[in-house]
């Protein structure tokens, strides 16, 4: 019996998926939030490089890979494809679950498949600098090691809740050459009126991503970069689920379901979207999301249309948003804390093609200790979500007695965040469930901008 499913070097996919050219219906387009009419690819220039910025609008169905960038995806991918049989075997479920491991790239998660390619054209275009945020410190060390392969310089701004938990990640961020300080930080407007009123302010992926733009438009030859959310982002991602859809053809399987952990949607949307394809072509198939109770965008939140950053200087975009105002809990799944979703992930929520869970901090913990215990890995906080999904399933399966084919996105190693788990194991975490009054305050003041159709 294989324990993993190996595919050779020769058969990485050289192309992207890019979803928008099968949306049952149109992503409707980003606002300027001063005229509500749509925003036009120029307006976007003093952020981002041209070519990504094409790659943004494109509904081109797949994109190639530059060789530069294959190179490098070649350092850590294909990543294995992994049967897991003894937490099959622990849960008495014939389910048969497999899980793609993205922790063995580099910096240890999926983040580097875009990092690298945004690295990339940024350098062909010109850029000297980049300037981002990061949640759980993932994303900015992926960046960093991006940058570092491309002789790129870099300045992260780190959530500060994380820069306290998470230490070693702004090493690592560090060790790849960039910088990493907390935000809020002193070092931009809108980071230094959150400073000043509060120098330990625990900081929200809304404001980091506030002080990154800021930072990007006002440096000579810098742009910003963000990790998640957008739908070029999407689109590198979708190496995973190619690689994945590969390699259960090589062991006959194909999945009656796909699972994710969502925060943003990049990994999610790694997993799933060349199923979704399918999906929107004739297959059975259930996909789903998985997100904190603390931070429950599309659970709980409505379809508006919001901005990305707190200092509201992005163009207004079509999400499952709690309001762009929302400063989180300190759970220890810091990549999941942000206020909205991808677009494009919210327009399938939205279209009935996928569907979303909550689950609660000491639940997913509890799901990624069963995990580590039976299959090895430690995994990230954030994965922990998609593993509470998947026990789930396989349970249902076991009280149903169906063979279901269970597929998910182990999206990152947890090596980083054994604080996290000193804290859970020592009884120091506790639940939160976000109020629905709570969200009804932050959105009220959406309410005055065009609803998404």
């Known amino acids: 019996m294989n324990r993993k499913t190996i595919l050779s070097e020769q058969d990485m996919p050289r192309a992207w998926y890019n979803i928008q050219a099968d949306l049952p219906n149109p992503l409707p387009p980003p606002l300027n939030p001063a005229t509500g009419e749509p925003i036009t690819p120029d307006m976007l220039t003093p952020i981002f490089p041209m070519n990504l910025i094409e790659q943004e609008v494109s509904t081109e169905r797949w994109i190639d890979i530059p060789d530069e960038i294959i190179e490098k ?80 310089e870099l300045k992260v701004y780190m959530v500060r809740v994380s820069f306290n938990q998470k230490p070693y990640r702004k090493i690592m961020m560090e060790t790849w050459g960039a910088k990493c300080v907390p935000s809020p930080s002193p070092d931009t407007n809108a980071g230094r009126k959150y400073f000043e009123q509060n120098a330990e302010h625990p900081g929200s992926l809304g404001i980091a991503i506030s002080e990154a733009i800021e930072d990007a438009v006002t440096t000579e030859n810098s742009k910003y970069s963000l990790g998640s959310v957008l739908n070029h982002v999407m689109m590198h991602q979708t190496i995973i689920g190619l690689e994945a859809q590969k390699q259960l053809a090589m062991v006959g399987e194909y ?23 399918d999906k929107i072509h004739g297959k059975e198939v259930k996909i789903i999301a998985s997100e904190p109770t603390s931070c429950p965008t599309m659970t709980k939140g409505p379809y508006v249309y919001d901005f990305g950053d707190t200092a509201q200087t992005t163009p207004l975009l079509p999400m499952y948003s709690i309001g762009h105002d929302f400063v989180p809990a300190p759970i220890h799944a810091g990549g999941l804390r942000y206020h909205g979703m991808a677009p494009l992930v919210s327009r399938l929520l939205m279209d009935g093609l996928i569907e979303a869970r909550a689950y609660s901090q000491l639940e997913t913990f509890a799901a990624g200790l069963m995990f580590a215990r039976t299959e090895g ?77």
């Open 377 to 453: 890995f430690i995994p990230a906080p954030e994965t922990n979500h998609a593993i509470a999904c998947v026990i789930d399933e396989a349970k249902k399966a076991k009280e149903e007695g169906k063979e279901k084919v269970i597929l998910m996105n182990w999206s990152g190693h947890g090596i980083i965040d054994l604080s996290s788990y000193d804290a859970y194991l020592s009884g120091k975490l506790v639940d939160y469930a976000m109020p629905d009054d709570e969200i009804g305050k932050l959105i009220k003041e959406l309410e005055k901008y065009p609803k998404p159709i």
């Open 255 to 277: 999945p009656d379901m796909v699972i994710g952990c969502a925060g943003g949607g990049s990994n999610f949307a790694g997993i799933s979207f060349p199923f979704i394809r």
């Open 73 to 152: 995806l070649l350092m850590w991918r294909p990543t294995p494809l992994y049967r897991a049989h003894n937490l099959e075997k622990f849960l008495g479920t014939p389910a048969h679950i497999y899980f793609k491991n993205e922790g063995v790239s580099p910096p240890g998660s999926h983040k580097p498949n875009t990092a690298i390619a945004q690295a990339y054209y940024n350098k062909i275009f010109g850029t000297k600098r980049l300037t981002t945020e990061t949640g759980a410190g993932q994303w900015g060390s992926a960046l960093a090691f991006a940058c570092n392969q491309f002789g790129l």
